[in-house]
Nanobody
Framework: VQLQASGGGLVQAGGSLRLSCAAS????????MAWFRQSAGKEREFVAG????????YYADSVKGRFTISKDKTENTGYLQMDNLKPEDAAVYYC?????????????????WGQGTLVTVSS
């Protein structure tokens, strides 16, 4: 599965952005999807995930209530709606699919990755 992330940019603290993850085929109809982020000097961390069967969603505590993960009906594109952004949310955001491991929080649980999109939040 090939993934293409987009939608990053510069936003002021308190603002919003919507990231998109386009898949090469109907990947999300049979694959879970997740968003991770990585800032300079830090490890890649889980942000949000959505299961493929029931569409159950999961969030890191740091973004719960501010971010929303979803996927469209065609199952070709996933989204991460980010509201009330904070400077600490600034990072390169990656979408991932093909969950092969049991843990949502581990990058090694996912077999396919997009190239990343940069989110910058000014204070």
């Amino acid at each position: 599965v090939q993934l293409q992330a987009s939608g990053g940019g510069l936003v002021q603290a308190g603002g919003s952005l919507r990231l998109s993850c386009a898949a090469s085929r109907r990947a999300f109809s049979s694959n879970s999807m997740a968003w991770f982020r990585q800032s300079a000097g830090k490890e890649r961390e889980f942000v949000a995930g959505i299961g493929w069967s029931r569409g159950a969603s999961y969030y890191a505590d740091s973004v719960k209530g501010r971010f929303t993960i979803s996927k469209d009906k065609t199952e070709n594109t996933g989204y991460l709606q980010m509201d009330n952004l904070k400077p600490e949310d600034a990072a390169v955001y990656y979408c991932a699919a093909q969950k092969i491991g049991s843990s949502w929080y581990s990058p090694s649980s996912f077999g396919s990755w997009g190239q990343g999109t940069l989110v910058t939040v000014s204070s």
